[in-house]
């Protein structure tokens, strides 16, 4: 009955007879109202992502309409599919706890279900690294599309964009600056309309990589949510899934190791979000490509910060795309980057930069790479004693004068230990000291959450300190501020030296030399292990249970062991110790 098969005549369900599956589906497609003439085209699947509990996404069903416009303009079917969709502040104890289900979910519906290519509909910050990781392994035609961010509101005649403004003004009213009644006020300015966060935190800055990898309709990872351009690039994206179908165009050909360099560069350039290691890490990974810190390292050191966005510098995502977007910062570093990979489109990077307009670029917000905003990359890997297998710092987001010091060890034991005694009026604490949290690592009970921003002690902050060395195996918010190292690896709740360090113990922070030392002896660590108590069991069910048994460090990105392409789980390149 049919030759090559395409649209909902691929992927048939197994009845034992090929042509009763095709005529049973086609059957049932048809009592959605579908003609035979539609059911013969190619289909384009769409994961869709809205829900209740993401405010992000509450105008995709306008989008979606913009996408399917897109596809059957362009002779496709659009057929839309949920999977789970994760709302970063709805969700406990963390996202990213459920980031690798949500990149089986998209996996897996894409393997299943007949598409000749797929749209992937994110946006709020683990759903385009999980949409990314499950396109990558399915390895079928994919574009991602992205939400868009915030526009920005008002307040006393100041400019609000969630969530770097909404960290500063609960720092002031934590330090007694303003009151509760203002705070309420602020409360309902911060964040007025659809989109991502305002500013350049992890979903904004995962769009732009996601742009600067290739996976996206160039020029489309700022327009901001509530923008008729966003509705364009939603048409556009669907006519361009549809050219996807039967191309070579696949994640495979299109994440290699040359793009992710690419991808690092604008991360360090735009003063991206810390999370974006991990998601990147993983992203790469699926296509068996490794990303090493000490590679970061040496791109961050070539690499300036060229944007200047919160929660680094002062405008937001608006102003970044009004100013020229990724493709802009993609011109200044032209000269580093790999031009010759491939794009969604069909272009090479060269040949996407060659035709970008480059007649105006507003410079108070994307600087000329001889004129950088900082010399160097916005992110910097520190290894040591404290974290052998390295650690993040945001140092374009930290204060300069913390960087080479030596500090005395302020120890929470836990997320509770710190919400406990943070703010103890008695707490033992000084300006100099440096504040570390255990147990809140990818390992830990509590799954990695945004906790490595450990509030300044309340009695700190009422005498005026801003800022303070901040040490955790946890993440940050790519909306946060402030010197805080994240990420050591390997974490407190696998055996890491970071859970030895005790209150009082001498910890030694040099960004320069790129160090993080644990100043204890090791007769006195070995000590301190030996009395260390057993590990709590692993959950007995369920998806936790999955979690414990598979999760890896973050320098592996915190993906499961058994998502790694198959050669890597037999030992390869990137293969978990």
């Given at each position: ?17 090929r ?13 959605m ?6 059911l ?9 992502t ?19 416009r ?43 279900q ?25 390895d ?6 992205v ?5 920005t509101?008002?307040?006393?005649g ?6 770097t ?15 509760a ?6 409360e309902g300015?911060?964040?007025t ?26 020029g ?8 008729a ?5 939603a ?14 165009r696949?994640?495979s050909?299109?994440v ?7 991808a690092?560069?604008v991360l360090l ?10 998601h ?10 490794p ?18 966005l ?25 000269h ?5 990979c ?5 272009e090479?990077?060269?040949?996407r ?7 105006w670029i ?19 890997s520190l290894f ?5 297998g390295?650690?993040?710092?945001k ?5 300069a004068?913390?960087f ?17 005694r943070?703010?103890?009026p008695?707490?033992?604490?000084e ?7 255990q ?24 005498a ?5 060395v ?19 690896t390997?974490d ?6 970071l ?8 910890i030694r ?6 160090g ?16 260390t108590l057993?590990?709590?069991?692993s ?14 460090g ?12 198959e050669?890597?789980?037999n ?7």
């Amino acid at each position: 009955m049919t030759d090559a098969p395409q649209g909902i005549a691929n992927d048939l369900t197994n009845y034992g007879d090929r042509d009763f599956a095709l005529y049973l589906r086609r059957s049932f497609a048809q009592s959605m109202g579908y003609s035979r003439a539609m059911l013969a085209r190619p289909t384009v699947g769409i994961a869709y992502t809205p829900s209740g509990f993401n405010n992000c996404h509450r105008n995709f069903p306008e989008l979606l309409e913009a996408v399917k416009r897109g596809v059957i303009a362009a002779g496709g079917l659009p057929l839309e599919f949920p999977t789970i969709s994760l709302g970063e502040v709805f969700l406990n104890p963390t996202s990213l706890k459920f980031r690798n289900l949500m990149a089986m979910d998209t996996e897996e519906m894409i393997r299943a279900q007949p598409m000749d290519s797929i749209i992937l509909m994110g946006g709020c910050d683990k759903t385009v690294p999980a949409q990314l990781m499950g396109a990558v392994s399915a390895d079928r035609p994919a574009v991602q599309f992205v939400v868009g961010p915030m526009m920005t509101g008002r307040h006393r005649g100041e400019r609000l964009g969630a969530c770097t403004d909404c960290r500063r003004f609960w720092a002031q009213y934590r330090a007694g600056q303003i009151e509760a009644d203002e705070i309420d006020v602020i409360e309902g300015r911060l964040a007025t309309t659809a989109g991502t966060c305002a500013v350049m935190g992890t979903a904004s800055t995962m769009a732009c990589i996601a742009e600067a990898l290739g996976l996206m309709l160039p020029g489309t990872a700022g327009i901001p949510a509530v923008h008729a351009d966003r509705l364009r690039a939603a048409e556009a994206t669907g006519a361009l899934a549809v050219s996807l179908i039967g191309s070579e165009r696949i994640p495979s050909r299109i994440v290699t190791e040359k793009s992710v360099e690419n991808a690092l560069r604008v991360l360090l350039a735009i003063g991206g979000s810390t999370n974006a290691i991990i998601h990147l890490t993983a992203i790469a990974g699926r296509a068996g490509v490794p990303v090493s810190l000490q590679r970061m390292n040496e791109l961050s050191d070539t690499t300036p910060v060229l944007v200047d966005l919160k929660p680094t510098g002062a405008y937001y995502m608006e102003d970044f795309h009004a100013a020229g977007g990724v493709g802009a910062v993609l011109r200044e570093l032209k000269h580093l980057l790999h031009l010759d990979c491939l794009t969604i489109t069909g272009e090479t990077l060269g040949d996407r930069i060659a035709t970008d307009d480059d007649s105006w670029i507003d410079r108070n917000v994307i600087a000329a790479f001889d004129k950088p905003i900082e010399p160097q990359g916005g992110l910097v890997s520190l290894f040591g004693s404290l974290a052998p297998g390295g650690a993040i710092l945001k140092r374009s987001a930290a204060d300069a004068s913390l960087f080479e010091r030596e500090g005395r060890a302020v120890v929470f034991t836990s997320l509770e230990d710190m919400a406990a005694r943070i703010d103890d009026p008695e707490l033992d604490v000084e300006p100099h000291d440096f504040l570390v949290l255990q147990n809140a690592g990818p390992h830990s009970a509590s799954f990695m959450p945004e906790a490595g921003y450990l509030p300044i002690p309340r009695k700190l902050a009422r005498a005026g300190v801003k800022d303070m060395v901040r040490i955790s195996d946890a993440r940050m918010s790519g909306t946060a501020f402030g010197t805080v190292v994240l990420h050591i690896t390997p974490d407190a709740a696998s055996g890491g030296p970071l859970g030895l360090v005790r209150n009082g113990d001498r910890i030694r922070l040099s960004v320069r030399y790129r160090g993080i030392e644990l100043l204890v002896s090791e007769t006195e660590l070995a000590k301190r292990r030996a009395a260390t108590l057993p590990t709590p069991s692993s959950p007995r069910r369920g998806y936790a249970r999955l979690y414990t048994e598979q999760i890896m460090g973050a320098d592996k990105g915190c993906d499961f062991k058994f998502m790694l392409p198959e050669d890597e789980n037999n030992g390869n390149k990137s293969s978990p110790p």
